[in-house]
Nanobody, 124 residues
Framework: QVQLVESGGGLVQAGDYLRLSCASSERTSGYATMGWFRQAPGKEREFVAAITRNTRFTYYRDSVKGRFTISRDDAKKTVYLQMNSLKPEDTAVYYC?????????????????WGQGTQVTVSS
């Protein structure tokens, strides 16, 4: 059974940075798309960023463009989310996801596997 384990969340102040990691139990080179989603209390899950195989394409929601960077290291079976200039509105549980298909990277239905999430809290 495939497992995705997120780490790196925490409590930071506005303007600080965090680097989230998502370690896969299986080779990440087999995933066409890997992504990060988040869910804030009382809100629906939303797309944050995605990266395709061989880092050919990356995608970001508008509110994180220029602040967040997604990357993948298939040798380490890990995908990362570098989050800079964090804002209180970035507070959420962040989930890693992996899928075998290419398509709408912002759609949760593209992904076959999900992690348990890591909490990110940004204080003002």
């Amino acid at each position: 059974q495939v497992q995705l384990v997120e780490s790196g969340g925490g409590l930071v102040q506005a303007g600080d940075y965090l680097r989230l990691s998502c370690a896969s139990s299986e080779r990440t080179s087999g995933y066409a798309t890997m992504g990060w989603f988040r869910q804030a209390p009382g809100k629906e899950r939303e797309f944050v960023a995605a990266i395709t195989r061989n880092t050919r394409f990356t995608y970001y929601r508008d509110s994180v463009k220029g602040r967040f960077t997604i990357s993948r290291d298939d040798a380490k079976k890990t995908v990362y989310l570098q989050m800079n200039s964090l804002k209180p509105e970035d507070t959420a549980v962040y989930y890693c996801a992996a899928g075998f298909a290419a398509g709408d990277a912002a759609s949760g239905s593209l992904y076959a596997y999900w992690g348990q999430g890591t909490q990110v809290t940004v204080s003002s």
